[in-house]
């Protein structure tokens, strides 16, 4: 079993519950707080022999930045006790640019943090108030320039679009606004109604209503083209780079590689199998303090499952996979593994070219039509 290259460290607590959110998260007072990170890193330290062959770290939620200062302080003080830095290429962490003050970008940055993202979702005032966000423009331009001025370049901003009133005028405002603020990285999502989401609730009420799907398409594309016209990188369905700005932990995900995973609802992948910890906290508190994590979820994925995700995960980035890495991974060409690939590519759904098997980008918009014949 390869040793896991990344880290994936869940904080689930945000200062406020957003419209469209349905990850693990709750609003929690101090004490709880301390209590769950304090139990993070007895979990770090139950699994840090799996830290030594680690090059990115991840700090997502949730909302990180949420914890309060010494709180964060004292979670990055003992991952730096437990971690040699020394070989992480890249550390990230989720931030809300609300919280950005030059004392929190000071922890971030002496607790060896190296790359921000910051989940900004527009600067447009209605969008915001229906995401339910609490930050303004001006919180965004405050916070881009405390960490600019202590010397952080990789800089990832969110944003999401699909709205009902979103057009293409309205969302390359956003764009503009995120490039001309120093965003080396930038995630345009489409906005998705998820189960148990306030958005949905409103939708099922006739109170909110998403962009038509060929709108959305149409938007989508527009997205793509300006940010190439303007040095970016398309390199995933949704994620676009500055040149050698991609982010490797994500990457980590997409190539289908190990790795693991702390914290309450975290998830890992070892070997062939794939454990979620368990997402109550209390529950989580206990196991750790036991010394046995509880698992909300373990699955062990035959070869066919491994084939399967290689193919679903992979064939989100541009690149697509590699064909000859995929027959040396599983001992079988991608084309025996998988006939409906033959025709993909006759309906010009998939290409096939220089060892690469990939969506062409003028088709990433439909790229769960493709995705969906691999499962």
């Known amino acids: 079993m ?27 007072k101090r004490e709880r707080k301390e209590k769950y990170v304090e139990h993070l890193v007895k979990e ?13 770290i991840y700090i997502g939620g949730g909302t990180p930045t949420a914890l309060p200062l010494n709180l964060l302080d004292y979670l990055l003080t003992n991952l730096k006790r437990l971690i040699d830095l020394g070989n992480i290429e890249e550390y990230s962490i989720e931030a809300n640019p609300n919280d950005i003050t030059p004392e929190l970008a000071l922890v971030l940055k002496e ?7 910051l989940g900004v979702q527009s600067f447009d005032k209605e ?10 423009e001006d919180d965004v331009r405050k916070a881009l320039m405390i960490l600019r001025d202590l010397g952080f370049k990789n800089i990832n901003v969110d944003l999401i679009y699909g709205l009902q009133d979103d057009s293409f005028p309205k969302v390359k405002k956003d764009l503009k606004k995120a490039i001309a603020m120093g965003a080396t990285h930038i995630s345009a999502y489409s906005l998705i109604l998820e189960e148990k989401t306030i958005l949905k609730k409103l939708h099922a009420e006739g109170k909110f209503n998403r962009l038509d799907d060929d709108l959305e398409a149409e938007l989508y594309k527009k997205i793509s083209a300006y940010l190439k016209r303007r040095g970016f990188l398309h390199y995933e369905i949704s994620n676009f780079a500055r040149k050698n700005f991609q982010s490797k932990h994500n990457l ?48 062990v994925l035959s070869s066919e499952d491994r084939m399967q995700e290689e193919m679903i995960l992979g064939l989100r980035k541009t690149e697509g996979i590699s064909l000859t890495e995929f027959k040396a991974k599983y001992g079988i060409d991608c084309f025996q593994a998988f006939p409906v690939i033959r025709n993909l590519i006759n309906l010009q759904l998939l290409e096939a070219k220089h060892d690469r098997l990939y969506i062409p980008e003028e088709k990433l918009y439909l790229s769960n039509e493709v995705l969906v014949n691999f499962i």
């Open 111 to 117: 607790g060896g943090v190296n790359r921000i993202s």
């Open 252 to 299: 980590t995900y997409w190539n289908n590689m190990n790795y693991m995973g702390i914290g309450a609802g975290a998830s890992y992948y070892l070997g062939n199998t794939r454990y979620t910890n368990i997402t109550n906290i209390d529950k989580y508190c206990e196991s750790i303090a036991s010394g046995r994590p509880a698992y909300k979820e373990v699955t």
């Open 127 to 136: 969008k915001l108030k229906i995401l339910g966000r609490k930050h303004s």
């Open 2 to 28: 390869s040793e896991p290259k990344a880290l994936y460290v869940h904080i689930p607590f945000c200062s406020s519950i957003c419209t469209y959110c349905d990850f693990y998260k709750l609003v929690a």
């Open 44 to 56: 770090g330290e139950l699994k840090k022999e799996s830290f030594s062959a680690l090059e990115t």
